[in-house]
């Protein structure tokens, strides 16, 4: 008896993910995936001790598909950043969700500034801080001449900088104007290559309203993101806070659309909320890629005054 009450709960374990694009609660239910799959497979190793041998090829599909949203297309291993050099030829760009209320930006910028990084995406930038940028008053004496901008969407997406050591194009999305106010994409050249450099950042799913606009957002990127590679061929890296798991609906459409995440698998803990979390994080945040561009070094920094942390990471080409 006791088997066919735990039983439902590892076969919703497995599955929920699948429902989770119309189900708002079964996609908060799947932002908890990782013990979710590890759930179904405690009940395994039981049903295997007790020899329960139905119920423990039920658990293993269960467990096969409880980890599939997790392990799909996602780097198993990484080292971590080497912020004493950076090697020639690597792209280093950095992702990060700075907090809108942060009475530290300037102490934060100073963090973010120091580490050699080719490109820095800020996402919810305060209102101070935006203005500083634009008056290059925490850039004065730094290498980032270079930066676009995007402007805040009242409960839909936040204000974003792409900031650049090296000259930068916007390209503006030939599309629907509500479609391309969520988006900020940037042509940057590195010796003979061009990179598309994008941010990221839908509203979190506090409600269904939000939910649904935040996930509207994501499909947005994501054929915007295609259209843009087939028309200029360019790798893409997109730094993001999709307010989503690895699990969840909004990551899965980055994926189907051919990005792919850079964080490694086997790199613990997520990134936010950033302090002491540890395995109780989550990975709200990372770099995006797409093309012939891939990661070689991956790491998280605590930011001043920010509740999230920032992904650094070192990426090379791959093609010429």
Same mark, same amino acid.
Request: glycine share 6%.
């Given at each position: 008896?006791?088997?066919?009450?735990?039983?439902?709960?590892?076969?919703?374990?497995?599955?929920?993910?699948?429902?989770?694009?119309?189900?708002?609660?079964?996609?908060?239910?799947?932002?908890?995936?990782?013990?979710?799959?590890?759930?179904?497979?405690?009940?395994?190793? &039981? +049903?295997?001790?007790?020899? $329960?041998? =139905?119920? /423990?090829?039920?658990?293993?599909?269960?467990?096969?598909?409880?980890?599939? *949203?997790?392990?799909?297309?996602?780097?198993?291993?990484?080292?971590?950043?080497?912020?004493?050099?950076?090697?020639?030829?690597?792209?280093?760009?950095?992702?990060?969700?700075?907090?809108?209320?942060?009475?530290?930006?300037?102490?934060?910028?100073?963090?973010?500034?120091?580490?050699?990084?080719?490109?820095?995406?800020?996402?919810?930038?305060?209102?101070?801080?935006?203005?500083?940028?634009?008056?290059?008053?925490?850039?004065?004496?730094?290498?980032?001449?270079?930066?676009?901008?995007?402007?805040?969407?009242?409960?839909?997406?936040?204000?974003?900088?792409?900031?650049?050591?090296?000259?930068?194009?916007?390209?503006?999305?030939?599309?629907?104007?509500? &479609? +391309?106010?969520?988006?900020? $994409?940037? =042509?940057? /050249?590195?010796?003979?290559?061009?990179?598309?450099?994008?941010?990221?950042? *839908?509203?979190?799913?506090?409600?269904?309203?939000?939910?649904?606009?935040?996930?509207?957002?994501?499909?947005?990127?994501?054929?915007?993101?295609?259209?843009?590679?087939?028309?200029?061929?360019?790798?893409?890296?997109?730094?993001?806070?999709?307010?989503?798991?690895?699990?969840?609906?909004?990551?899965?459409?980055?994926?189907?659309?051919?990005?792919?995440?850079?964080?490694?698998?086997?790199?613990?803990?997520?990134?936010?909320?950033?302090?002491?979390?540890?395995?109780?994080?989550?990975?709200?945040?990372?770099?995006?890629?797409?093309?012939?561009?891939?990661?070689?070094?991956?790491?998280?920094?605590?930011?001043?005054?920010?509740?999230?942390?920032?992904?650094?990471?070192?990426?090379?080409?791959?093609?010429?």
């Amino acid at each position: 008896m006791l088997w066919w009450l735990v039983l439902p709960s590892a076969i919703v374990s497995g599955v929920a993910w699948m429902g989770s694009s119309r189900v708002y609660y079964l996609d908060l239910l799947v932002s908890q995936q990782i013990w979710l799959a590890w759930w179904t497979v405690l009940l395994l190793a &039981i +049903a295997l001790c007790t020899r $329960r041998w =139905r119920i /423990a090829v039920l658990l293993i599909v269960s467990s096969v598909l409880a980890f599939y *949203p997790i392990v799909y297309g996602r780097t198993m291993r990484l080292p971590e950043v080497d912020f004493t050099t950076k090697p020639e030829g690597v792209i280093r760009v950095v992702s990060c969700n700075i907090n809108p209320e942060n009475a530290r930006y300037e102490e934060a910028m100073d963090s973010l500034t120091t580490i050699d990084a080719d490109v820095i995406v800020l996402i919810e930038v305060p209102a101070e801080l935006s203005r500083d940028i634009r008056n290059r008053g925490v850039l004065e004496r730094t290498a980032y001449e270079h930066w676009a901008h995007r402007a805040w969407i009242d409960e839909i997406t936040s204000p974003g900088f792409i900031l650049s050591t090296v000259p930068i194009e916007v390209i503006q999305p030939d599309t629907d104007e509500n &479609i +391309a106010r969520h988006i900020l $994409r940037v =042509r940057v /050249a590195f010796g003979s290559h061009d990179v598309m450099i994008g941010l990221v950042h *839908p509203v979190s799913p506090r409600t269904i309203e939000r939910w649904r606009a935040g996930n509207s957002v994501i499909h947005h990127q994501a054929s915007f993101g295609a259209n843009l590679q087939s028309e200029h061929a360019a790798p893409t890296i997109i730094g993001a806070d999709i307010n989503a798991g690895p699990a969840q609906a909004r990551s899965r459409v980055m994926r189907r659309s051919g990005f792919s995440m850079s964080k490694p698998l086997l790199q613990p803990g997520g990134t936010f909320p950033s302090g002491n979390a540890g395995v109780f994080s989550v990975q709200l945040d990372d770099l995006w890629t797409k093309g012939a561009i891939d990661p070689i070094a991956w790491s998280k920094i605590n930011i001043p005054g920010s509740d999230h942390f920032a992904v650094v990471c070192d990426f090379e080409f791959t093609a010429p």
